[in-house]
């Protein structure tokens, strides 16, 4: 069992950034591929960033690919995701979560296990 807890969200204007926190207790990190989703408003919950369980590789979406990086910090049990020259489109509640995958980086939501509650980012035009 790992819990999460997301933080970092809040209101933007476009161009904007806001760097995501998920600090995980429960287990290290180290033990699963850890992954960021978003859910909009009457939309299903989609893909955003992830990292594999042992080597690390990232993955992105195409449409967050180049402007947000995900990355972790062992020691301090937490992943990251830096989020730069938002946009309105990224307005959703974002969700970190955690896999017991092994292999190429996990990008459904069927994949995970372990899910955050949440933080809400709002990018105004």
């Known amino acids: 069992q790992v819990q999460l807890v997301d933080s970092g969200g809040g209101l933007v204007q476009t161009g904007g950034s806001l760097r995501l926190s998920c600090a995980a207790s429960?287990?290290?990190?180290?033990?699963?591929?850890m992954g960021w989703f978003r859910q909009a408003p009457g939309k299903e919950r989609e893909f955003v960033a992830a990292?594999?369980?042992?080597?690390?590789?990232?993955s992105y979406s195409d449409s967050v690919k180049g402007r947000f990086t995900i990355s972790k910090d062992d020691a301090q049990n937490t992943v990251l995701l830096q989020m730069n020259s938002l946009k309105p489109e990224d307005t959703a509640v974002y969700y970190c979560?955690?896999?017991?995958?092994?292999?190429?980086?996990?990008?459904?939501?069927?994949?995970?296990?372990?899910w955050g509650h949440g933080t809400q980012v709002t990018v105004s035009s």
């Open positions: 429960g287990r290290t990190i180290v033990t699963f591929a």
């Open positions: 979560a955690a896999s017991i995958r092994v292999g190429r980086p996990p990008v459904s939501v069927d994949e995970y296990s372990y």
């Open positions: 990292l594999s369980r042992v080597r690390g590789i990232a």
